[in-house]
């Protein structure tokens, strides 16, 4: 029955999930009790007592335009006026 979750029933059931699927579940946890609370089917909302697992953010590194180049290209110099004009093979 629904009325028998408990924080600790739920915290087990997302043990092995990772931290995005902890939250997504989470936040769908929290309506559906919150449902079920406003039904009268549970006293209170095992989810609300929970902690949120949070997502550390990394620092954000914007990489010059040659960087992305050379990781696109493989270290090759591609010339897109050669590829135009159908020259492929003096690319290589």
């Known amino acids: ?11 087990k059931a997302f043990a092995s999930l990772s931290v995005g699927a902890v939250r997504e579940h989470y936040k769908r946890s ?8 406003n039904k009268g089917w549970m006293a209170t909302n095992p989810v ?12 954000v590194v914007i990489a010059a335009p040659e960087t992305v180049e050379k990781q696109r290209t493989g270290g090759k110099r591609i010339d897109t006026e050669l590829i135009l004009r159908g020259h492929i093979e003096d690319i290589q």
């Open 1 to 11: 029955m629904v009325a028998d979750y408990t924080p600790q029933t739920v915290e």
């Open 30 to 37: 929290r309506a559906m009790f919150s449902y079920a609370v």
């Open 48 to 59: 609300l007592s929970m902690d949120i697992p949070t997502t550390k953010q990394d620092e």
